[in-house]
């Protein structure tokens, strides 16, 4: 608890870049996972290859050798980044090949006939997926893509690697400056929790509210038949 209060401003500084690069990367990987996803469904085969490449490739790498090629090796040919955003940049990398599949997945599960059924109204493929696919698509997804946010909450921790300044590395140097390890650990461990279940638990009202609303929306339909 004394460590708690004394090295409150030190770790409040952390969890603000914590929660910072985590919402950016969230923002970002959610974006561009869809993205991608859209490549890997689509029809033409370069865009489709080159959605696969993006996913296999960054699935299948390490996090911290993203972000250390962002903070060591980009600097050698370009402007040097700092550790916040060289950090951010690869969980944001990192995170979006999963999403990527995750809604994927869940575009693949919706049923064609909705698709047709859009087109044959008059829509436009971009408009189709845009207001009828992707919209079930996510509510179909909802509990891996709050797994996904949760693990990217966690692996903002990466930003330690690259003087990120977040809440790990801060307890890494009150680790250092106390000799108390377990302590420290102890600490940060409670503070990322403190992001991590409210997330969660978002998550699961989110997805509890609208399976609920498919429920009445269904349970009207069958009763105005």
Do not use: C
Request: aromatic share 12%.
């Amino acid at each position: 608890m004394s460590m708690f209060i004394h090295f409150w401003p030190q770790l409040l500084e952390g969890l603000k870049i914590t929660l910072g690069s985590s919402l950016i990367a969230l923002v970002g990987s959610l974006i561009l996972g869809t993205l991608f996803a859209l490549l890997e469904i689509s029809h033409n085969r370069v865009l489709h290859l080159i959605g696969r490449i993006y996913v296999e490739f960054f699935r299948n790498i390490p996090l911290l050798i993203i972000a250390l090629f962002f903070y060591v090796i980009v600097p050698l040919f370009a402007a040097k980044l700092s550790g916040f955003t060289a950090g951010t940049l690869a969980l944001t990398i990192y995170t979006s090949s999963f999403i990527a599949e995750t809604v994927r997945a869940g575009i693949q599960s919706v049923d064609p006939g909705q698709m047709e059924a859009a087109r044959a109204n008059g829509m436009t493929y971009i408009q189709a997926m845009r207001y009828i696919v992707l919209p079930q698509a996510v509510k179909l997804v909802i509990p891996p893509l709050g797994n996904q946010f949760v693990n990217l909450v966690k692996n903002s921790s990466v930003l330690a690697f690259v003087a990120g300044f977040d809440l790990m590395y801060e307890g890494n140097l009150i680790a250092a400056q106390t000799f108390d390890t377990f302590g420290a650990y102890i600490v940060v461990g409670v503070f990322y929790l403190i992001l991590t279940l409210p997330l969660s638990y978002f998550m699961q009202y989110l997805e509890k509210k609208w399976n609920a609303g498919s429920g009445e929306r269904e349970a009207s339909a069958l009763a105005n038949e």
